[in-house]
């Protein structure tokens, strides 16, 4: 009489071997693809097969995995342009990140980040950073200076502070919502392209918004709601009117 052990041990070697095989296939179409897509495999490692893969990935998708740290053979491919390890165990990313020199879009929300590397300073082509619900209690300054960089989203994490490094991000977009922060660097109204801040659910007060940051930045909507100050407290700063000229403008232009 076979034994519900022996049964279960038999159903999980053979999903076992089914995940092999379909990452195999993955792994094969991705070789004339360049696109490689191994989510929701319940992974704990990455698949030994890149470790001698050709370097032809171009986007590479592992969200929704158990990965609790990246394995130096990334760094191998570097003809990456977007990565995505959403979804998986991180709480640290390993510096060879930085030899991606070609990244475009990184998207490692969901993860337990608590530090990131500086090396991801070498990664002149990112447009895209995606941070959301991670651990993060400093403010990424690697990433200020990138100038292609669009749109960072640091939102759902546990920052306190905005440095006055903030100056130097080239971000058109920059969500903090969800954070503790309650210090703002009025540097960040140097941003040369920022134009929508999302500052809702943090620690503020009324006076972190100062007159240089609503009369001289170029931000044109500015979400502040949860903070510890009132809407009449928000539209009673000294720059507030100045502010909502910008935003009306861009507003009629939409329509």
């Known amino acids: ?16 071997n089914m995940g092999n095989k379909q990452i195999k296939q993955h792994l094969e179409t991705a070789q004339k693809t360049g696109v490689l897509k191994i989510s929701l495999q319940r992974l704990q490692e990455f698949p030994p097969q890149l470790k001698n893969y050709p370097n032809v990935l171009k986007t590479l998708d592992l969200s929704e995995n158990r990965f609790e ?27 060879v990140v930085g030899e991606l020199l070609k990244l475009e879009v990184l998207l490692l929300m969901n993860n337990f980040l608590t530090k990131l590397p500086k090396t991801l300073s070498n990664c002149t082509h990112l447009k895209t950073v995606n941070l959301s619900n991670n651990q993060l209690k400093v403010f990424p300054s690697m990433l200020c200076g990138l100038k292609q960089l669009d749109v960072l989203d640091l939102s759902r994490n546990q920052i306190t502070e905005v440095p006055a490094d903030v ?44 007159p240089r940051i609503l009369k001289s930045s170029k931000i044109c909507n500015l979400a502040v709601d949860g903070n510890l100050f009132n809407s009449k407290q928000f539209t009673d700063l000294d720059g507030y009117d100045v502010y909502m ?7 009629k232009k939409m329509f």
């Open 1 to 16: 009489m076979t034994s519900i052990s022996s049964i279960h041990s038999s159903e999980l070697d053979r999903s076992t």
């Open 69 to 95: 740290t990246v394995p130096d053979e990334l760094g191998r491919l570097t003809m990456l342009k977007h990565l995505n390890l959403s979804g998986n165990r991180l709480s640290e990313l390993n510096e």
């Open 245 to 251: 000229e910008r935003y009306t403008a861009v507003k």
């Open 167 to 210: 100056g130097n991000l080239y971000v058109t977009e920059l969500n903090l919502n969800q954070n503790q922060i309650s210090a703002l660097a009025e540097e960040i109204a140097d941003c040369p392209k920022l134009k929508t801040l999302r500052l809702e659910e943090n620690c503020l007060q009324a006076i972190a918004l100062t």
